[in-house]
């Protein structure tokens, strides 16, 4: 079955066009992932949270989906840190990226195919600054390895910038002395005393920030691919360098489409420790802020737009939030009296159940067709509160046939493999099998019995059926389903009207 592509905007050509993956339904997304030196802040999640919506609806469309989202484990930044607090890179990095890990699973957030260390990688780095130092697109002064912008006739293509706007924004070190041109930059840096360096033919040092991007991606997906996502501040010098060393190392396109994710705004001005308005997910959380009603919030505004968190928009999710779990919990009651139809007023439930497949099915069109719009989730809510309204108007009508509420209750389901913030609360674990990464979601439930569920997908990876169905038994007994999906499973609590 094919897939009809949706439109988004692409940064590159600076329109809405169709997505064209290059070998549907596989789809090749490479997201910039953290700098692992500190916590991430609320700003930081409103892109992580972005690229989930967007992985999510993807999947929901039916494409095979590869998310990639590099950790930035080594740079300036992270080795000024770990000197001033006297731990290793390691210690350092994995602190930060527990926080990151805690973040992606309370907000909902399905983890990526893979998130490659920059520290993992060197060697292809290294390969790759060869290849442009033998096109002449490259050059090496006292150990540093500079990227020869002159040499790319391309450069300030994405960023669209005229030449003199094109000077890095980034300090001037020392170590970016000896430059031929103020817009050349660093693919490689000279190892200095107590800084961790790898060796490399032209002088043992660490990679430059926007190299380690090209040459993850490019080794993930090949030198062509389909995705590129990142934070609009990431558009120069960040990407647009990543264009510049790998499509004068390849001769070919780099990236067929890009995205960018605008900023959040707290109080309508920019987010910093100095201003005090600096905030994290676990400081919005010890506020009493619902983490679900966090996402809703993230999710809801259209992501080339600025977000700007205050306490009328947390207050304004928060009901957003409720008022979905207030209606999803009377459709299960509606659910229920309707599974009994001696209970039933015949007449009034078809007619009000007729009324609201008619309001579903107008609701199921604007959902998706706003989604396909460049990604409107802001379009796509509306649509689903129009129909929430609808539905709770034909509750308080009368009675609702069980074919309009069982329709209702499938298509809360399927939309809620995009939103994640519909459904009652859910937890979501991963379990690495022999390299694969499998994932399991579903609501709170037991660890004892969660641990089966695990167990279970283990079982199934490994080809023993045997011991999954006898696990499958024991959780059915427990009164808990389980399903399976491409990359994992889901367990759900048995329903009032599925219990035998
Ligand atoms: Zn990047």
Redesign the pocket.
Known sequence: MSIKPPALFNSLTRKVEPLSPQAPPNLQVYA?GPTVYDHPHIGNFRYFVWVDILHRFLRWKGYDVELVM?LTDVDDKIIARAMETGSSLAELTGRFIDSFDRGLETLRILPAAAYPRATEHIDEMVSLIERLLDGGHAYVVDGNVFFRVESFADYGRLARLQPDEMQTTERVATDEFGKEDPRDFALWKAARANEPSWPAPFGDGRPGWHLE?SAMSMQFFGETFDVHL?GAD?MFP?HEN?IAQSEAATGKQFVRHWMHCQHLIVDGTKMSKSLGNFRTLEQLADEGCDPVAIRYLLASVHYRRQLNLNAAALEQAHASVQRLRDTSRRLDEEITRASTPATLDGESAVANGAAAEVALQRAQEGFAAALDDDLNTAGALGHLFTFVRELNAAFDAGHVALSALEKTRSWFESIDEVLGIFAAESVSKTIEVDGATLVATGPPIDAALCDRVLERLVARRRRDFERADALRDELTAAGIEVEDTPDGGRWKRHGPTTAE
Do not use: A, S
């Open positions: 910039c590099n991007c990142g990431l960040h990543e």
